[in-house]
């Protein structure tokens, strides 16, 4: 069921915490360079400075199947996937907790917002050193950032894709405790953009489910 996935992909967001003062916990055996201090404290920077972002996203599981939607952010707070056909499915969060929408039996599955990670990418601040730091690789254009957490489902691995460029996160893979694997990308996006309320909007006639 694509709610699982969902919301197992957007846990993976989870690697940018946006908490500040407290000392970094890296797992990594070796210690960052000056050069990829540098340029994770540029990603930080860049990717705080944007208010808003929409654009398309293109979801693919272990066994290859492809799923795509629209995607649409506004911090701090708010974040919505909206799955195209033949899915009906939304994931939004509006600061309160995560809904993950069925469009067409007009319910819902809700999570509370402290219990799911993507919270922080949310903040106002996002810190990738305040994250549990595994492996850091680069290339000429890419730099991949992979990084543990706890979450819903236990501890995942997720690396994260940045162009050296732009400083813009291109892509993720969430490796969940199974060995799973999502990956995650995200193209013809814009930034900083007026978003329509309405993309955030939880219509009243949609009905809770349980979670379990």
Known sequence: ??????LGTLISLSVLP???GTAPAFA????????????ITEINDH???????????LQIDARGNRTEGTFFLERPDKIAFRYAPPSRES???????????DRKEHTYYAYPQDQVPLRQFLADKI???????LDVVSTDSFISVTISDQTLVGTVQVALIFSIDTKDLTQWT??????GELTFSVYDVVQNVEIPK?????DSSYTPKATS
Request: net charge positive; aromatic share 10%; glycine share 6%.
């Open 18 to 20: 946006a908490l500040a």
């Open 198 to 202: 309405a993309m955030f909007y939880i």
């Open 28 to 39: 990594l055996d070796r210690l960052l360079t000056d050069d990829e201090k540098t340029l």
């Open 127 to 133: 810190d990738l050193f305040q994250a549990n730091i």
């Open 91 to 101: 994931i939004i969060s509006v600061g309160r907790g995560f809904y993950v929408l």
């Open 1 to 6: 069921m694509i709610r699982r996935k969902v």
């Open 47 to 57: 990717n705080t400075a944007i208010r808003t972002m929409a654009g398309r996203f």
């Open 174 to 179: 969430l490796t969940d405790p199974s060995g």
